[in-house]
């Protein structure tokens, strides 16, 4: 099964940006869909961002408009950038594969990484 690592997390101010990292240790599309998910202090995790093997993304109403979704084939890695951050987008971030907005993904779940917005 391919792992995947995520970095890129921080602290960040209210408007900020930061870039979120998944690296595979194969091919990260072999479950055909990797997803961004977040998880915030006593909420449920949930999927932010969706790419597919053939580079369709799809976003969570929170987030449309201010994150984007994009893979790297070649260096089997999928980001996140997020811009126009907001205190509500404090969470830790995690990627995983397979999985879809209505299905949950098959992978493994890592470490993630903790995203903070704050002033």
């Known amino acids: 099964q391919v792992q995947l690592v995520e970095s890129g997390g921080g602290l960040v101010q209210p408007g900020g940006s930061l870039r979120l990292s998944c690296a595979a240790s194969?091919?990260?599309?072999?479950?055909?869909?990797v997803g961004w998910y977040r998880q915030a202090p006593g909420k449920r995790r949930e999927l932010v961002a969706l790419?597919?093997?053939?580079?369709?993304?799809m976003y969570a109403d929170s987030v449309k408009g201010r994150f984007t979704i994009s893979g790297d084939n070649a260096k089997n890695a999928v980001y996140l950038q997020m811009n126009s951050l907001k205190p509500e987008d404090t969470a830790v971030y995690y990627c995983?594969?397979?999985?879809?907005?209505?299905?949950?993904?098959?992978?493994?779940w890592g470490q993630g990484t903790q995203v903070t917005v704050s002033s």
């Open positions: 995983n594969a397979g999985g879809t907005f209505l299905y949950p993904p098959r992978g493994s």
């Open positions: 194969g091919n990260i599309f072999s479950l055909n869909t």
């Open positions: 790419i597919t093997s053939g580079g369709s993304t």
